[in-house]
């Protein structure tokens, strides 16, 4: 059974900078991409950073130039700088394996105060 634990989360003024981590229990090669997505009060869940396998990535319009995603052995992990009140959200961590299955994290808790 696949599982992701997020780290990392917590309260942070404007301007201020977070690292979170995705901790998975298998080997991070064996899925096809990893990522981070959050969602905030009353709004849908949305796309932050992705990661393939091959290492390219992809980010939210709303994000690009302030976050960075990475990866690590089993680890993926997401530099937050110059954050914003709008990016206060809970913050999950997804990977789709090659067999087409969804895993997700229980999420952490990012508060950026203004």
Partial sequence: QVQLVESGG???QAGGSLSLSCATS???ASFKTMGWHRQAPGKPRELVAAITVGGTTNY???V???FTISSAKNTVFLQMNSLQPDDTADYYCHAFSFSSMNYW???TLVTVSS
């Fill in 10 to 12: 917590g309260l942070v």
């Fill in 26 to 28: 298998g080997n991070i």
């Fill in 60 to 62: 939210a319009d709303s």
């Fill in 64 to 66: 690009k130039g302030r």
């Fill in 105 to 107: 994290g229980k999420g």
